[in-house]
């Protein structure tokens, strides 16, 4: 089995998806080699890169909290693991005390808060990108009623950080931090999820599902969201552009994403190419 990260990793340096990557991994695929997308990302914004890949047989969707499927009549959701919706209240009034800029993916979908507009420039930056993704998206004078009203779990929390609150400090005064998993995807943000819900969870879940242990998977990685997945599969690469503590885990390290370094790995490891 391979399992790829997207940002960083699987896509380039501008967030294109190379043809070498997609042919190393078709071949790979053809040769009877199980492939994973393992992102961050939530169905609407990664569903169209994972198409045009074409050979993917699971996607681990918002950090492993959501998993699909590929069958003969498409994709299906096969589990989800929300943070609890009295968690996912608690976090939501603290952001909302700290004056944060972030985001709750919810069923497929996005939430923004009221306070969202107060940060207009990562507001609009992060609008403009979902608009063109397609993704449904909704504004909530109150996000916390929302959530306590409709008694909603979020599947994931994305938290911009600011000037006088870094990732290390939400990492320590998080509410009810005990019981999540909190982790990053670069330098100012921070993703949180369910306790025990990350990259290793998803990739564990679908190969229990599809009979294959740690040691026949090959995975690829950049950013510390991907560090559970990397030490959990037996074969880990990280990307020539990862950070320090993700090449600090990984036996091997792959060439740069500008360079098509899953690619390149691929053909060598896989395929037999030198």
Request: with cysteine.
């Amino acid at each position: 089995m391979i399992a790829v990260d997207l940002d960083g990793t699987l896509l380039d340096e501008k967030g294109r998806l190379p043809r070498e990557n997609v042919e190393a991994l078709e071949q790979a695929a053809r040769l009877g080699t199980k492939i994973v997308v393992s992102t961050g990302r939530f169905w609407a914004t990664c569903g169209s890169i994972v198409e045009k890949i074409g050979c993917v047989d699971y996607l681990s969707s918002c950090n492993g909290a959501v998993l699909y499927a590929r069958g003969n009549n498409g994709w299906t959701l096969v589990h989800k693991t929300p943070v609890p919706w009295e968690e996912s209240l608690d976090l939501v009034r603290f952001l909302e005390q700290e004056g944060l800029f972030y985001r709750c993916y919810i069923d497929g979908e996005l939430y923004y808060s009221a306070q969202a507009k107060q940060h207009l420039k990562e507001y609009e930056m992060f609008l403009e990108y979902f608009e063109g993704s397609g993704a449904a998206f909704f504004y909530k004078e109150d996000l916390a009623a929302f959530l306590e009203q409709e008694k909603k779990g979020v599947d994931k929390f994305f938290i911009m950080t600011k000037e006088g609150i870094t990732r290390e400090y939400l990492w320590e005064n998080l509410p009810c931090r005990e019981k999540l998993s909190i982790t990053s995807s670069a330098q100012n943000n921070v993703e949180v999820t369910q306790k025990g819900i990350d990259k290793a969870f998803g990739l564990r879940w679908i190969c229990r599902e599809m009979e294959i242990g740690p040691e026949e998977v090959m995975a690829f990685g950049d950013s510390r969201n991907d560090l559970p997945m990397l030490q959990w599969a037996g074969c880990c690469f990280a990307m020539e552009n990862a950070e320090p503590e993700v090449k600090a885990v990984c036996r091997y390290q792959a060439a740069s994403n500008r360079e098509m370094g899953v690619a390149k790995a691929v053909r060598q490891w896989v395929l037999g190419e030198r």
